[in-house]
């Protein structure tokens, strides 16, 4: 089979999720692109059940081989090989899994100084934690097969799901529940769900339910009766129903089990308040949320497709215009707010959680434009970030910049602020300037001695804005358990700071004092910060 070249693409067509039925669900294959064959996809998807040797990189001295298999049936991939007992360590969720992204960078990064093909690599990261796995393939052309299989089961996943957020929802807890992995869960299981999920269900009424649910006839190890996944979704739905949908439904059917064109036209126009409505809109809803081929060539619209059309985006109270930027951005930047991040480096706790670059690549992909790196003097002259004085795990400044970098305008091309909370000797801030100016260079904001009026968004746009102290004002704030410090006047105190980290500066911190001191400087380039006991 040639080797195609992985990319990322959007699904061309609509894909509901199937009715229930009496047989295991098998996603059928969608097109990802013109010029890839469903048949091609269902054999690669066929080559990689059988597995494939990769390894598993943990380090420059740990290259784990193992056999991996994407089961796109039952949407997990497992890998055979190691020593672990519990089938759960060796296997992954499709849903768990955020991001497949090709290795060379990444490896470039986190895995250093490894002598191998870097064309080969690709990672995969997992869940809100971002965990990440290494894996090195025999051969570009297998690293792609695998890159675009589990880009493909990802959104099948995703549009498996389309339908209804609940959906979802319903899946998620019950893959919680399934502490065994095994697929199923007992009556008992459901009932203890059900509490955590706040569903007063009566047990006999419950039981009922479930027995009307357990199509497939599946049963445990001690043959007790159990549903699969997709029983219990059914099975939710039925204790879940929307009576007033229904009723709604139903009144504008004429009593029918299906809604023509004139139904839904009259829907639209009495019962949404829709201007105008006209059978083409109808038809185009139709199309696009009726999951009955049967209906759809009839012109009929069940309660499942009306069902899915309310819930869907597209009868969202919210505009989905305004998704994206919508405001006039050609204001002063001082007249807007912007998404910031605190202790951006940290994954988990305070304390003693991991610090991981990846955390700013997840914020700066999710829209946030001011992220905080919290600076100190690291080994060997290369300044590292974490939470000073406690026990998280120490990044290499470096890494986070180059992070930052690549990562910086991806979603948003509006600017980004660095906020330096500045720990550093006089040595490593330096450093930290020689280093941003190398990576970042032009993108860099630098001060404008001529400048008067306040750059807006639109202006800054694709810009690198530092923010921290600089030698511009001797009243410089202070970064919290600051070891550099020098005293200053009526109990301030100044941060020494080096000349090259202050040229790059634009925002200078500053001690607040009083709104009366601010609003007669009134400069846009001071960054106010106020100590807790003022705040």
């Known amino acids: 089979m040639s080797c195609v070249s992985s990319r990322n693409s959007e699904f061309v067509s609509y894909f509901p999720p199937p009715r229930f039925t009496s047989r295991r669900y098998r996603r059928p294959f969608v097109r990802l692109d013109d010029d890839i064959s469903d048949i091609w996809m269902e054999r690669l998807l066929a080559d990689l059940a059988q597995g494939t040797l990769l390894e598993k990189v943990k380090s420059r001295s740990r290259r784990l081989p193992r056999t991996f298999f994407l089961d796109s049936a039952n949407m997990f991939v497992y890998y055979e090989g190691s020593t672990k007992k519990k089938k759960s360590d060796t296997t992954i969720k499709i ?167 004139r139904d839904l036209l009259t829907f639209l126009r009495d019962g949404q308040k829709r201007v105008d409505p006209n059978e083409d809109q109808c038809r185009d809803i139709l199309d696009q949320y009726e999951p009955d081929g049967n209906c759809k060539q009839r012109g009929q619209l069940s309660l499942d497709g009306f069902r899915t059309f309310l819930t869907s985006e597209r009868e969202q109270i919210f505009n989905p215009a305004h998704r994206e930027v919508y405001q006039d951005m050609r204001r002063p930047i001082t007249e807007y707010f912007i998404a910031s991040s605190h202790n951006t480096n940290l994954s988990h706790d ?65 600017p980004v602020i660095l906020s330096i909370e500045n720990h550093c000797s006089l040595q490593q801030q330096q450093v930290m300037a020689n280093i941003m100016n190398l990576t970042f260079g032009e993108k860099i904001w630098r001060k404008e001695d001529d400048l008067i009026e306040t750059p807006t968004p639109e202006k800054l746009k694709n810009k690198i804005i530092i923010k921290g102290n600089d030698l511009r004002n001797e009243a410089a704030d202070i970064p919290d358990n600051n070891n550099n410090k020098v005293k200053g006047q009526e109990g301030q105190h100044n941060i020494e700071i080096h000349p090259e980290l202050s040229k790059i500066t634009t925002i200078k911190c500053v001690a607040f004092k009083s709104i009366e001191t601010a609003a007669q400087k009134d400069d846009f380039q001071v960054s106010y910060k106020l100590g807790l006991q003022k705040a």
């Open 95 to 261: 849903s768990k899994i955020r991001e497949v992204r090709e290795g060379e960078k990444d490896f470039s990064k986190n895995v250093k100084d490894l002598d191998l093909q870097r064309s080969h690599c690709f990672v995969i990261i997992l869940g809100a934690s971002q965990k990440i796995k290494y894996i090195l393939a025999p051969c570009q052309e297998m690293r792609d097969k695998w890159i675009r299989g589990l880009r493909y089961v990802m959104q099948m996943e995703q549009l498996a799901e389309q339908r209804n957020e609940t959906d979802r929802n319903f899946r998620d807890a019950f893959n919680r529940a399934d502490i065994n992995d095994n697929g199923h869960l007992n009556f008992e299981d459901i009932m203890k769900l059900l509490k955590s999920l706040n569903a007063g269900i009566k047990k006999k009424y419950a039981r009922q339910m479930f027995d009307n649910a357990d199509k497939n006839r599946n049963v445990s190890k001690d043959s007790a009766s159990v549903l699969d996944r997709e029983e219990f979704v059914f099975f939710y739905h039925s204790l879940t129903r929307r009576v007033e949908m229904e009723e709604i439904f139903l009144r504008f059917s004429n009593a029918k089990c299906f809604m023509n064109i």
């Open 350 to 414: 305070q304390l003693v959680g991991p610090s991981d670059s990846e955390m700013y690549i997840q914020a700066l992909k999710k829209g946030c434009r001011c992220v905080e790196l919290d600076c100190w003097d690291g080994p060997e002259n290369d300044p590292v970030i974490y939470h000073g004085h406690t026990l998280t795990s120490k990044i290499l400044f470096r890494d986070v910049i180059k992070a930052i970098n690549e990562y910086a305008f991806i979603t948003s091309p509006y």
